[in-house]
């Protein structure tokens, strides 16, 4: 018990605690209390979810709590630098109850992984500091190795939608874990054109998982 106190100190040193979104003193919460009044009008109200379903057929179910705008956009752009312990649990929290909310089986949970090389250059997998906290929050079981990928450090984000839909498939292929069998909570940070999602989850029903639920912190908007 002294020993997690005097980490948890230790880490408050490094990440003070302070709101996640602002910066500002938020008395060691995860939110200050403008930013907990104003966290409704960075919600997403599930249309664009819905939409990205019905363009990618394969994807059942895709929860995100957020828009990726805004102090979002803020947070998770920092999250791809800095391993923030704090912004990570207040994003799992917030995912873990809107998969909660969706009614979800119990699941195995996995992310998207990260390239080789990227992984390499930025020393972790922030996908994966995500996933590993929902799966703590849901009870469930996590498994890093049912996805790899073998593509460069092509940024998807700079890619076209066709491109970025030919871009997924090339670099998705099955890990070394067996998902046969298993319903898959597959998570990652931002969802955009779901043709990311649609890979991973067709390569995964293709090894064998009987359901692949996809999840992620915040969801580009609609221009």
């Not at 969706?102 to 990227?118: L, N, Q």
Request: neutral net charge.
């Amino acid at each position: 018990m002294l020993l997690k106190k005097l980490g948890s100190r230790v880490l408050d040193l490094i990440y003070p605690p302070v709101c996640v979104l602002c910066g500002e003193y938020s008395a060691g919460e995860h939110l200050c209390p403008r930013c907990a009044a104003g966290l409704d009008s960075l919600r997403s109200d599930g249309s664009q979810e819905a939409e990205i379903c019905r363009l990618n057929p394969g994807l059942e179910l895709l929860v995100t709590p957020f828009l990726y705008t805004g102090a979002m956009r803020s947070l998770l752009l920092r999250l791809k630098t800095t391993p923030d312990h704090r912004a990570v649990d207040f994003l799992a929290d917030e995912l873990a109850q809107s998969l909660a909310d969706s009614g979800i089986p119990e699941v195995t949970v996995t992310c998207m992984p990260m390239s080789k090389e990227k992984l390499r250059r930025r020393g972790y997998n922030h996908a994966e500091l995500l996933a590993k906290a929902v799966a703590v929050r849901l009870g469930c079981g996590f498994d890093g190795k049912l996805l790899e990928h073998h593509g460069g450090l092509t940024d998807q984000h700079s890619l076209s939608r066709e491109k970025r839909e030919e871009h997924a498939r090339a670099s998705l292929r099955p890990g070394r874990s067996d998902p046969k069998g298993k319903t898959v909570l597959l998570v990652d940070d931002i969802c955009t054109t779901g043709n990311s999602f649609a890979a991973a989850v067709s390569v995964l029903r293709e090894q064998g998982a009987l359901r692949v639920i996809t999840a992620a912190a915040a969801i580009t908007p609609e221009d």
